[in-house]
C-alpha cells in the first residue's frame, strides 16, 4: 500500500480504523473497532501482498485460532484480503509491551515475573504437543495487560517442527532472543528454541538487559549469570533453571516446555532431567562459523534481490546483523586462547580474497546496567564492578509515589557503553517515597472579653409612684 489507513476507514464493511499500533517489515498494526460485536481488536495489514504473503498470513490466522481457549495467548478472530492486500483481525491487548513495561516501571522480581508468565508457560507446553513452536518470544511480543497479566502475540513466525524436519526454516533472528539454531537456515528447531528464548526473556525482565546474542556467546560467552546480580528475587533453584534454558548449545537445554515448567513450578530436581539430545530424536551438529556465514550470506541475498523495491522486512534486517555477527565470530575463531571448541572442518570452497574480514582488535568496552526498580542495596551491589573500573556514583533522593529506598531514575541510560569510565558519574534518585501532607494548624484565636452593663441604681425616696 505504501502508506498509512488514516482513523475513520472502514474495512471489510466491518472494521473502522481508530489509531495506528506499530509498523514492522511485515507491514502496519492498527486499533479497530468491530462494529458487529463492537468491541477493539488489533489489524495486521500485510503490505504488497502476494500469494505467497496470503499463504503465510493464513497459516498465522489459523494457528492462533487453534488455540483460541488457552490462557496466555492472544487469539485471532478474523482473515480478509482487500485490494490484494491481507489482513488478520487479532484480539487487542490493551496494555503495553513487557520492553516498554520494564523501561517504564524498572525491572521486575522474580516471583512476579515467574507468576504472571506461568499460564503462558503452561499454554506453551500445549501448542508444543500439537508440533507448533512460536520462534518469535520477546519482550516485544509479550504484552502486559491493564489488570497485571501478561499474553504472548504474534505468531507470524510460529512453524510446525515436526512437518519441517527436513526442509529449510525462514531465518528469524532477534538480536539477545533467538538461540543459535535460529541462524542457520537448516539448523534444527524444536520446543528448545521456544525455552531458550523464553528463559531470555525471564532474564531480561529481572535484571533490565538485554542478553547477549547467542553468536558472539557461541565463541566467548562473557554474558554476566543471573547469579551475579542482587535482588532478582529468584531464587538458586531458579537461578539455576534459568541459566540452563539459556545454554548456547541446544542439546544442553530443557528439551520440551513441559521440562522447564515443571523445574521451575514443581520444583523438581535437575538431576532429574538428562541432557541427551536424542530425547527428540534430534541430530545436533559442532558449530561451524565459516559455514553459518555462508548461509546467511546467501540467504540475505537472496532476500535483497526479491525484496528490490520493498520495505525491508524484520527477517531482512535480521539477516543482515547476523551477517556482521558471524563476520566477527570469524576473527574470533582464529585465537585458540579463546575458542577451545572443536570446529568440523567446512567443505573446501574458493572464495573471493574480498570477502575475507581483515582482524581487527576488539575494543574493550562496560556497559552501564538498568537499576531503576532496584533497591539502592541492590543497586549499589551490582554496581561494584563498575565502581572497581573507576566509574564514580553518586546518589541524590526525591519524592515519589514509588517505595522508598527504590531507584527511581538514572542519570545514564541501560544499555550506554563506555570504552572507559573513569571520568564519568552515574546519578542515581531514589526514592524518599509520598511527602506527607501536614495540616497546618489554625492560630488560636482568644475571643474579645464581653462587657458587663452596668445596673442602673434607682434611689427609693418612699414614694411609690416614683417607681412605677
Known amino acids: 500500500m505504501g502508506y498509512e489507513l488514516t482513523k475513520g476507514t472502514k474495512l471489510n464493511n466491518r472494521y473502522v480504523i481508530e489509531c495506528t499500533l506499530g509498523s514492522g517489515g511485515f507491514g502496519t498494526t492498527y486499533k479497530a473497532m468491530d462494529t458487529l460485536i463492537d468491541v477493539p481488536v488489533a489489524i495486521k495489514e500485510y503490505e504488497n501482498s502476494s500469494e505467497k504473503d496470503r499463504k503465510v498470513a493464513q497459516r498465522e490466522v489459523k494457528m492462533a485460532a487453534r488455540f483460541y481457549a488457552l490462557d496466555g495467548i492472544a487469539s485471532a478472530r478474523d482473515f480478509f484480503v482487500v485490494d490484494s492486500i491481507s489482513y488478520i483481525v487479532m484480539e487487542y491487548v490493551e496494555g503495553e509491551s513487557l520492553k516498554k513495561y520494564v523501561r517504564n516501571y524498572g525491572t521486575m522480581k522474580g516471583e512476579d515475573i515467574l507468576t504472571k508468565l506461568k499460564p503462558v508457560i503452561e499454554s506453551l507446553c500445549v501448542i508444543h504437543k500439537e508440533g507448533i513452536i512460536h520462534r518469535d518470544i520477546s519482550p516485544d511480543n509479550l504484552m502486559v495487560t491493564k489488570g497485571g497479566s501478561i499474553q504472548l502475540i504474534d505468531f507470524g513466525e510460529a512453524r510446525n517442527f515436526e512437518e519441517q524436519r527436513n526442509k529449510e526454516l525462514t531465518l528469524v533472528y532477534k538480536r539477545g532472543y533467538a538461540p543459535i539454531e535460529q541462524c542457520r537456515q537448516r539448523g534444527k528447531q524444536g520446543a528448545f528454541t521456544d525455552v531458550y528464548s523464553l528463559c531470555a526473556t525471564i532474564y531480561f525482565a529481572v535484571t533490565g538487559i538485554d542478553p547477549d546474542d547467542s553468536v558472539e556467546r557461541m565463541i566467548a560467552d562473557h554474558m554476566k549469570p543471573l547469579h551475579e546480580f542482587y535482588g532478582t528475587g529468584l531464587s538458586d533453584h531458579e537461578i539455576h533453571v534459568i541459566e540452563r534454558g539459556l545454554s548456547v548449545d541446544a542439546k544442553d537445554r530443557f528439551q520440551t516446555m513441559d521440562e522447564l515448567f515443571e523445574m521451575l513450578y514443581e520444583k523438581k530436581d535437575l538431576s532429574e532431567f538428562s541432557t541427551d539430545a536424542d530425547k527428540q530424536n534430534t541430530t545436533y551438529h559442532p558449530f561451524n562459523t565459516a559455514h553459518i556465514m555462508r548461509e546467511i550470506d546467501t540467504f540475505y541475498d537472496k532476500k535483497k534481490e526479491r525484496k528490490k523495491g520493498r520495505t525491508a522486512s524484520k527477517i531482512f534486517i535480521a539477516g543482515l546483523i547476523a ?47 538498568n537499576y ?19 566509574l564514580t556514583v553518586r546518589f541524590q533522593t526525591k519524592y515519589s509515589k514509588k517505595a522508598k529506598g527504590t531507584v527511581i531514575a538514572q542519570s ?7 570504552s572507559d569510565v573513569s571520568k564519568k558519574t552515574l546519578r542515581l534518585t531514589i526514592s524518599k517515597g509520598k511527602k506527607k501532607i501536614v495540616a497546618t494548624p489554625r492560630p488560636t484565636v482568644t475571643p474579645k472579653p464581653v462587657p458587663k452593663k452596668k445596673k442602673s441604681k434607682v434611689k427609693f425616696n418612699g414614694d411609690l409612684d416614683s417607681l412605677s
Open 372 to 390: 531503576v526498580g532496584l533497591e539502592k542495596k541492590a543497586a549499589v551491589e551490582n554496581l561494584k564492578k563498575l565502581k572497581d573500573e573507576g
Open 323 to 369: 551477517v556482521l555477527l558471524v563476520v566477527v565470530i570469524s576473527v574470533f575463531q582464529n585465537k585458540s586462547e579463546i575458542n577451545k571448541r572443536p570446529v568440523v572442518a567446512a567443505p573446501q570452497t574458493t572464495m573471493p580474497a574480498t570477502s575475507v574480514p581483515t582482524p581487527t582488535a576488539t575494543p574493550y568496552t562496560v556497559t552501564i546496567e
Open 412 to 418: 545514564i541510560p541501560a544499555g550506554k557503553t563506555y
